[in-house]
């Protein structure tokens, strides 16, 4: 046992007990206090994580290392950053229970306990304590239809997926003897050959993890649950649960299964390719732009994928830089779907942000940023992630995903500038004033996806370090 | 002192560019109006230290360029060449500057007027001080581009755009043979620095390019390329229709700049076109057809402005026939006072106009001449200089131009000296044409303009002054350094003459009968003007009548325009018109609009599998699991 290598994920677990405490006991309402509460354990689970020693724990079922801190450090931001964006909007819809903070947080919980599985069990354990929260907090808004919906539809494939994944994960039990990943590894690269089961129990895995990440063909949720669910809670479902999805997909693929990269590199060529075309062509159509964004999402994730699916280092370093540019673009243009109020409503509709060159130039200039950073142009932070994983395909010889992420973009673009050119060229009303909260957001990831092209070094240190650590 | 006749313009240009529109009209004016004066003073002095003080100097500002074997700075080479041509530009261009006051006193936009004017002026500054072929080059593009804008300066205008497009157009055709010119120089010599350049030469005569001498492929491309600047038959077209710009705009190209870059850069590259001797019998050949052509087709046009360019024109003919000759000195000359000569001429066409309100068809004139005494005499100054009567400026060097035209070897250089002693004939003969229909006879203007028939104000009269003392003297005083018996000393080198050249000698050795001959068809062309139209008027007609097919094809140019429109315009209309039908819009905007309507297609059906009912969801995610297995089990290849 090696109880102070688990120290972030101790301090979460505890913060979120005794802010379920905090929440219950007093008669008086203190759900700001616990947000400042959730938001600050977030950080010191942030500054933990920095300071975490490499090594395993609990028997091997849980591993820390340069690459689980990279996405700790992302993850934990992203939910931070989904916090951040939510409270204010919480409270003029008049859903600011403590319950949002504290699902919110044991989400963070569980894809921190993803990162690091080193254990099928773990991993289960991890991703049922992330898509539990996930449902409620879909449906958080319980009182409207639509958040209902979304929470339930969610929460059905969801169940699909999970057992698909523990269908998958009896059958590599099964064959390989053991559920430690080290274990797997080694009967992956027994002289013997590879069993057939364990190969379909590795697909059923993928499958499931594909769900989360919401890659072609298991993406059919994403446009439903992001247009139903409240705004912040879309915000939060397209950054930290996609960046930990990610980050158990690459462990499982690149780690025990690292030797049958062959096989299951052409599944998730498919799912790349797929979900570049459906996220660029699905998008165009789009008038609700929490839809619109959940098409780009599913695009954004055809492009990381291409960098796994590519099975080079050069390829999960342009993941992870991917990722990571990801996670705060995306973020900061949901900051400004989050800002749509008008009059006190709450607004979804592309052609609601017409006039805000005008009437709120700041934001339309971020808004600006953030989109095209989305399509890729430079020197926005969004290109060099393109930049990196087209680079490690051209590399790898993978033509075919090259010249189709090329062309998607192309495609793609056509939706993001649509939305620039609604808000620079048609005319419209002015929205209510935003909140500071989200002022901040929006400068933060605002000049992070500006001026990453100039600071681009540390970034790309840490993720070759990443990879380092988890290719060995 | 030298970087400020320079930059001075560009100083001016800059402030009634930019700031002309909250500084105010006159402020703008004249701002650039000091500074073109400043630099005039310092043009001057530059001319009088390196021309009579025989000092010549360069002056490297920065690096340009530095690339692989290419080394350029931006460098100001002041030698008697370039002196005599800042000291005339620069004095010209002030005078105009100052003469546009008045002249452009209505016009609503008079900053970008003469910020305009001024960025001519310092491009042709930075052309004749260039060190180099490539600064030379910048010079001459942005005369160019000047140009166009001046041309152009009526945008609303569509005659004036066209106009501008035309001189732009034209003078692209030239400048592709310069830039071959140029890069055939770097080929040859391994630099464009006119040092290396010159001191290469002798090397460089042993070196074929595609079978000729590489030094008369060189001097045949710069030739043609100044044959676009300078207006030489074939390329002329541009030049009279260059009249849709304002009158001092005329004056400034025509006279003083712009025209006259071609014939400096041969003066320049005198070193080089020296050992070309079948490019010069060429150059020799076109420019006295030149000056044939345009004379006879100036006798027939009806616009003041047009009679005046047509004979810049053959003005220019002559210019070339001397450079043909191996006599640059006498093109220089002549380039010089028929600078002085020819401002005048259209700064009082302008006045001419000016009073008129704004007419220009010297068939509505007439019986004006007492009432605008003043422009009347000075008419009279620039034609008697124009016509080289004797003791007048044109006088000097035209005689000198022809001379040496008879002193020169070879067919091309007899038919030059004929041809020039008609067209002397012709000039003398369209100028008081042009004096007597424009001035004297029964008024044939409308009563109401008549009534508003007035001198111009002194500010546009003062420059015509300071013109028609050039047009008087400049012939007279210079002469002596510039073709006389001083030459060698005064142009210090940066003109050469080849050692078996011995023209600038031999020129002033012509039989007595030749010195005379201009003067005399000179005047008898004056007298026969007299006799047509001031004693004869009704002669003309029935002349005109008698040989119809000759009029004609004089009124029309020799048909020039109409052969390019029908050989070049319209042919490539038609392929233009063909290449935008099919090869833009069907076939480039066809494919990128098909893409994008097949696009908007296959997202519509994409989107129709989103039917919101969690079963299909739930359907799609088991044939996506079952597609991922058989994938796995049958393996499909990337």
């Known amino acids: ?59 091997g079922q849980y591993v820390s290392d340069a690459f689980t801190r990279f996405m700790k450090l992302l993850v934990l931001a992203g939910a931070a950053l989904g916090l951040l964006v939510a409270m204010d909007w919480n409270v003029k819809e008049g859903l600011a229970k403590f319950e949002f903070p504290l699902l919110l947080l044991f989400s963070s919980l569980g894809m921190m306990v993803m990162v690091s599985a080193n254990d099928l069990i773990a991993l289960y354990l991890g991703l049922e304590l992330l898509s539990l929260s996930l449902y409620v907090i879909a449906a958080f808004n319980r009182d409207s239809e639509r958040s209902a919906e979304a929470g339930l539809k969610y929460f059905i494939l969801g169940s699909l997926a999970s057992g698909l994944l523990l269908y998958g994960a009896s059958l590599i039990y099964g064959f390989a003897g053991s559920t430690n990943f080290d274990r797997i590894a080694d009967a992956v690269s027994a002289t013997e050959g590879v069993p057939f089961g364990l190969v379909v129990g590795l697909v059923f895995v993928l499958a499931a993890l594909a769900f989360k990440v919401s890659a072609v063909p298991f993406h059919m949720w994403t446009p439903d649950v992001y247009e139903g669910a409240p705004t912040p809670v879309t915000a939060f479902f397209a950054s930290a649960p ?64 291409m960098g796994l699916a590519v099975g080079s280092d050069l390829g999960i370093r342009g993941l992870l830089l991917y990722m990571a540019i990801y996670l705060f673009t995306n973020v900061g243009a949901f900051a400004v779907l989050v800002a749509m109020r008008r009059n006190g409503r709450a607004l979804e509709g592309i052609d609601d942000l017409a006039g805000l060159g005008r009437t709120d130039p700041a934001m339309a200039l971020a808004m600006t940023v953030f989109m095209l950073s989305m399509a890729g142009i430079p020197p926005l932070a969004g290109f060099f992630g393109k930049l990196y994983v087209f680079l490690a395909a051209v590399y790898g010889g993978y033509w075919t995903l090259a010249v189709v992420g090329v062309l998607t973009s192309a495609v793609s673009a056509y939706y993001y500038l649509r939305v620039i050119k609604v808000m620079y ?48 | 002192m030298y970087v400020g006749a320079v930059f001075f313009p560009l100083l001016g240009a800059c402030i009634s560019g930019f700031f002309g529109r909250w500084i105010g009209d006159k402020a703008a004016q004249w701002a650039s109006v000091i500074c073109m004066a400043l630099a005039a003073i310092c043009g001057v002095s530059a001319f009088i230290q390196v021309a009579y003080g025989h000092a010549p100097a360069t002056l490297e500002i920065a690096t340009w360029l530095d690339v692989g074997g290419l080394q350029l700075s931006w460098a100001l080479r002041y030698d008697t060449l370039a002196a005599v041509m800042v000291g005339m530009v620069t004095v010209a261009s002030t005078m105009i500057h100052l003469y546009s006051v008045g002249y452009m006193s209505h016009d609503p936009t008079q900053p970008r007027f003469f910020a305009y004017l001024s960025l001519f002026t310092f491009m042709m500054l930075m052309l004749v001080t260039a060190d180099n072929l490539l600064q030379l080059f910048f010079g001459w593009e942005g005369i160019g581009l000047a140009s166009y804008l001046l041309i152009g300066y009526w945008y609303e205008k569509e005659s004036a755009n066209r106009a501008a497009m035309k001189a732009f157009i034209v003078n692209r055709v030239g400048d592709l043979f310069f830039m071959l010119g140029m890069g055939l120089t770097f080929w040859t010599f391994g630099s464009i620095e006119f040092n290396t350049i010159f001191q290469g030469v002798e090397a460089a005569r042993q070196v074929t390019f595609a079978g000729f001498p590489v030094v008369e492929v060189i001097a045949l491309l710069f030739f043609l390329g100044a044959m676009g600047k300078s207006a030489q038959i074939g390329l002329h077209t541009w030049l009279p229709d260059a009249m849709e710009g304002p009158t001092p705009v005329s004056a ?3 006279a003083a700049t712009l025209v006259t870059a071609g014939v400096f850069l041969m003066a320049r590259m005198s070193p080089v076109v020296e050992y070309a001797p079948n490019v010069l019998g060429f150059i020799t050949f076109i420019g006295a057809t030149t000056a044939f052509f345009a004379a006879s087709v100036g006798m027939v046009q009806n616009d003041i402005k047009r009679v005046i360019a047509y004979s810049t024109c053959s003005q220019l003919g002559y210019m070339f026939f001397a450079i043909g000759v191996g006599a640059y000195q006498a093109a220089v000359f002549h380039l010089f006072t028929h600078a002085f000569f020819k401002a005048l001429l259209f700064l009082s066409a302008g006045s001419v106009i000016h009073a008129m309100s704004d007419e220009q068809d010297i068939r ?66 369209y100028s008081w044409r042009l004096i007597i229909l424009t001035f004297h006879g029964t008024p044939r203007a409308d009563h109401h303009t008549m009534e508003h028939v007035h001198e111009s104000p002194a500010v546009m009269l003062i420059p015509l002054f300071g013109l028609a003392v050039g047009a008087l003297f400049a012939g007279a005083y210079f002469s002596g350094d510039f073709v006389g018996h001083h030459w060698a000393e005064f142009w210090n080198g940066s003109i050469v003459n080849a050692p078996h050249n011995h023209i600038m000698h031999e020129a002033h050795e012509v039989p007595s009968w030749v010195p005379l001959a201009p003067t005399v068809v000179g005047v008898a062309g004056i007298v026969l003007a007299y006799v047509l139209y001031m004693f004869l008027p009704h002669l003309p007609g029935r002349i005109a009548a008698a040989v119809p097919g000759l ?13 390019y429109d029908r050989a070049i315009v319209q042919p490539l209309r038609r392929l233009a018109v063909q290449l935008w039908k099919v090869g833009d819009v069907k076939i480039i905007d066809g494919m990128p609009n098909g893409a994008a309507s097949l696009t908007a297609q296959a997202s519509g059906r994409v989107v129709r599998f989103q039917t919101g009912r969690v079963a299909n969801y739930a359907f799609a995610m088991i044939i996506g699991l079952v597609l991922f297995v058989s994938i796995f089990l049958f393996g499909v290849g990337r």
Request: no cysteine; aromatic share 14%.
């Open chain 2, 551 to 563: 009029y004609r094809f004089l009124l029309n140019k020799w048909y020039f325009d109409e052969l």
């Open chain 1, 425 to 472: 060229f048609d005319a419209g009303e002015a929205l209510d004033a935003r909140p500071t909260s989200l002022s901040v957001v929006l400068a933060g990831t605002g000049l992070f996806t500006v001026f990453f092209f100039a600071f681009p070094a540390p970034f790309l240190a840490a993720a070759q370090a990443a990879v380092a650590a988890l290719v060995g």
């Open chain 2, 364 to 429: 509505k004139m007439g019986g004006i001449w007492k009432k605008i005494p003043v422009t009347y005499a000075m008419f009279w100054i620039g034609s008697l200089a124009l016509a080289g009567v004797p003791y007048f400026a044109g006088y000097y060097s035209k005689d000198f131009v022809l001379e040496a035209a008879y002193a020169g070897h070879g067919w091309t250089a007899k038919y030059a000296f004929l041809m020039g002693i008609v067209a002397a004939f012709m000039t003398a003969f």
């Open chain 1, 242 to 305: 996609k960046v930990a999805a990610i980050a158990l997909l690459t462990r499982v693929a690149a780690g025990p299964f690292g030797e049958l990269v062959e096989q299951w590199q052409q599944v998730l060529i498919l799912a790349s390719l797929g979900s570049m075309i459906l996220g660029a062509l699905a998008a165009i159509g789009q008038k609700n732009i929490k839809r619109l964004m959940a098409y780009s999402s599913i695009g954004h994730i055809g492009y990381a994928l």
């Open chain 2, 252 to 254: 400034l190209i025509h």
């Open chain 1, 1 to 59: 046992m090696n109880w102070t290598l688990v120290l972030p994920e101790l301090v979460l677990a505890l913060a979120g007990l005794a802010a379920l405490v905090a929440g219950v006991l007093p008669k008086r309402d203190t759900s700001f206090a616990i947000n400042m509460g959730v938001f600050g354990a977030m950080l010191l689970a942030a500054v933990l994580v920095m300071a975490q020693p490499e090594g395993t724990a609990f028997a």
